[in-house]
């Protein structure tokens, strides 16, 4: 009996200590304390990432999204993503059902919200990768590089996030090529696990 209780007891401790990992707002979406904090602003964003010898990423979510959750107690919460992207990435979170105003690469000022549907983003999350300039005449769902729709696990998150940053998408190796020699390399280094 008195086991029973101490089994419960610390079950219930291990769910408190999992559910206060990551903190959620008042939003409902799950919060990164070293996410940007912007006004919105593409072009603005882009130009202060190349400042800042980074790329800008935008992450769109959703309350209650599962799959959010896991790219943030699981993925963004594994040191070894975590300080890749903090140290090559300005990541700005979208709410996809926000109305948080948003100024289009083009300049049209929208919300999160007819952001998202005018880019054609409808899964979340959706993270999305602008150039290192924002391109003139384009709107944020053209100019982007890439595009990962959902959340995959660690080395395809991490590699896609290196990818990018190397520029992969201006030469001859698609992702899936990149993605795959990199795992090559973790498994002669006896790192691959999970995939």
């Keep these: 009996m008195i086991r029973s209780l101490l089994l419960t007891a610390l079950f219930a401790l291990a769910g408190t200590f999992s559910a206060a990992a990551v903190e959620i707002g008042d939003d409902g979406l799950h919060k990164q304390p070293w996410f940007s904090l912007t006004f919105r602003d593409v072009a603005e964003d882009i130009e202060t990432a190349r400042q800042d010898g980074k790329r800008l990423a935008i992450v769109f979510e959703q309350r209650g999204c599962i799959y959010c959750a896991k790219m943030h107690e ?75 729709p959902g959340a995959f696990g660690k080395w395809t998150f991490l590699h896609m996030f290196e990818w990018v940053f190397e520029k992969g998408y201006d030469g001859d190796e698609h992702f899936q090529k990149y993605h795959a020699r990199k795992l090559d390399e973790l498994r002669a280094a006896g790192r691959l696990e999970g995939e």
């Design 74 to 148: 699981e993925l963004l919460s594994d040191p070894e993503v975590r300080d890749y992207v903090k140290a090559h990435f300005n990541v700005v979170q979208y709410n996809m059902f926000g109305d948080e105003e948003v100024t289009d690469l083009d300049g049209e000022v929208l919300t999160e919200k007819t952001a998202a549907r005018k880019w054609g983003y409808v899964f979340t999350p959706t993270i999305v990768f602008l150039p290192e300039k924002a391109p003139h005449g384009k709107v944020v769902g053209e100019a982007a590089v890439a595009t990962m």
